[in-house]
């Protein structure tokens, strides 16, 4: 709009063609697999932008540069943890180790040079919104230097991920420990185990990846079981090894997938069709849920031939699936082993030299592994200031809420992955990931296209959801009592981390954006600004302007 057209309040028509597309700066928090897919496919699909990620390590990958324990690996097989533009002919096993998953993210930054667009070592500590400019503050932490840059942005994105703030168990004494003490996601790279006497605290899917991989090693191991839980190593699992257990890939396969194309997209749809069934036996009173229970007790009670473990570690008051199903290969068979001593006493607390039960005995130790999980509140590790001065760790310190998993009433231009009631529960997340940066791409290039200033959710929009998931969430396995991070660590808590329904069915949902549920704010007052002289960018020069003659029948939405 013209200086004299903004003094008189005359509308003028803006001379630019419709689909011209203002600069958007955006920020991202993090350089995980969601940043890394977000900066691809901005320079893919966007135009007039600018692009800041922070990320507080010293490296991208988020958790697979974070967690590095013994065993640590993906509970998904390799040929589904994988972004589907960008496949991998050569992964060496079936389910891949952190390095092997930390090195493909890295050679994707590296060859299609999205490192330009990190700050690595740099850890967003605030943002707050600014509804006149239409625009977040914010404020980073320069963990090298300790100083305080700031930045802004007309859209924030946060890509940090769920299970990233670990935390160590809330036990009296942990810290009067003398030995070796050690957070599975902190794990120390000279820590050796072998010869000593090891505890283990936890039995999550940590845990139960770092159980066998040190038993072998160690003098002698004692883990403490609190409750029971389901390991599902075989069910639904047809392309891995004998009773699901992890195998290498042969040259020769590998070779195949690598010159074979339609062989390999068959294998890996196979893998994630498996995958993506999985959610029938969720349903808590379906047929799939009975065969699968009655699955997984006799394959437990065929690896535990000892009757109390048995008895301690079958659950028989919760569903299969109420903790996301892990494969736990090779974790029921070190139970038994001899050197191996399972405790379900209570802890009492954790002195100098070991672990004092509720019983009295004293177990002595040299070195105590938490593989005791993380903060699973949902609440960004940054304060977050929305409108009229709400900050969201204290609007979610009951329960999060929010809109579809991708954004949160009172807080414009704030978008997620991952967030509250995401579909995590079975599967990959990184088609998750690619589903919703194509949602947070098509909304920023709308913004962009159509004078849009802000887009937030409408609070009966969520609220409504809300409803939905709650109601929907009776018949799941996940609302029977086991304690999950689905429900904030909690045994009968809100159902916060998962979507009311299947993958299948949360990516059909954000197929299209209800942009009914959103108030859009416009940079004037006449939202048809947006059409400007006449013209379209499907008009410039070289443009093919006849489009429509060569797909009569496209242009229709599927249901």
């Not at 697999?33 to 320079?43: C, K, T, V």
């Not at 005995?361 to 999980?373: F, K, P, S």
């Not at 979507?499 to 004037?524: A, K, Q, V």
């Not at 070289?542 to 229709?556: F, I, K, M, N, V």
Request: proline content about 5%.
């Amino acid at each position: 709009m013209s200086t004299d057209a903004a003094c008189t309040g005359r509308y003028v028509v803006t001379e630019e063609p419709l689909g011209t597309a203002r600069k958007l700066r955006v920020v991202m928090v993090g350089g995980g697999a969601s940043g890394l897919n977000m900066a691809r496919h901005m320079d893919l699909h966007m135009k007039s932008f600018e692009l800041q990620i922070y990320e507080k390590n010293a490296d991208i990958g988020g958790t697979w540069f974070e967690n590095r324990y013994p065993g640590c690996a993906c509970d998904i097989p390799s040929h589904s943890y994988q972004f589907a533009w960008e496949p991998n002919h050569a992964w060496g096993h079936y389910y891949s180790s952190w390095d092997e998953i930390l090195a493909y993210f890295k050679g994707i930054a590296e060859k299609y040079d999205l490192y330009r667009y990190v700050k690595l070592q740099h850890k967003v500590s605030a943002a707050e919104w600014d509804e006149a400019s239409g625009t977040w503050a914010v404020q980073v932490m320069n963990l090298q230097t300790g100083d305080t840059v700031r930045d802004w942005c007309h859209i924030l994105i946060n890509g940090t991920g769920v299970l990233n703030n670990w935390k160590w168990p809330d036990i009296p004494g942990l810290h009067s420990f003398k030995g070796d003490l050690v957070h599975t996601a902190t794990w120390k790279p000279d820590l050796d185990v072998t010869g000593k006497t090891v505890a283990v605290l936890g039995s999550g899917s940590s845990g139960i990846q770092v159980v066998p991989a040190i038993q072998p090693k160690v003098k002698r191991l004692i883990t403490f079981i609190r409750s029971a839980t389901w390991i599902t190593a075989g069910f639904a699992q047809s392309h891995a090894g004998p009773g699901g257990a992890n195998f290498a890939y042969t040259e020769e396969q590998k070779n195949t997938f690598r010159t074979q194309p339609e062989v390999y997209i068959h294998y890996r749809k196979e893998i994630e069709g498996e995958l993506n069934t999985r959610f029938k036996f969720v349903i808590a009173d379906s047929d799939a849920q009975k065969e699968a229970r009655a699955y997984s007790i006799q394959e437990m009670k065929n690896k535990l031939k000892d009757e109390g473990l048995q008895k301690h570690l079958i659950p028989t008051n919760f569903a299969v699936g109420c903790r996301r199903p892990t494969p736990g290969n090779g974790y029921l068979e070190a139970l038994v082993e001899p050197n191996v001593r399972v405790i379900t006493d209570n802890i009492a607390e954790i002195v100098p030299n070991g672990i004092k039960l509720d019983t009295g005995e004293i177990v002595e130790i040299d070195t105590l592994v938490c593989a005791t999980g993380f903060n699973l509140s949902f609440h960004p590790r940054f304060k977050l200031t929305g409108r009229g001065g709400e900050v969201i760790q204290d609007k979610w310190k009951r329960k999060p809420e929010a809109y579809l998993s991708v954004a949160a009433p009172g807080f414009p231009n704030y978008l997620m992955f991952l967030g509250p009631n995401a579909p995590v529960g079975h599967g990959s997340v990184l088609p998750i990931i690619e589903h919703t940066t194509k949602y947070i791409i098509n909304l920023m290039k709308k913004m962009q296209t159509q004078g849009i200033k802000s887009v937030v959710p409408l609070p009966e929009a969520a609220a409504e959801f809300s409803e939905h998931i709650t109601e929907f969430m009776k018949r799941t396995a996940w609302a029977t009592p086991c304690r999950s991070w689905f429900k904030n660590g909690t045994i009968d808590g809100p159902i916060i981390a998962l979507h009311p329904g299947s993958r299948i069915h949360w990516f059909h949902t954000m197929d299209n954006i209800r942009y009914e549920d959103y108030e859009i704010n416009y940079l004037t007052k006449n939202r048809f600004q947006y059409l400007g002289n006449g013209f379209s960018v499907k008009e410039e020069p070289g443009a093919d302007t006849t489009w429509y003659l060569d797909a009569p029948e496209g242009g229709y939405n599927s249901y």
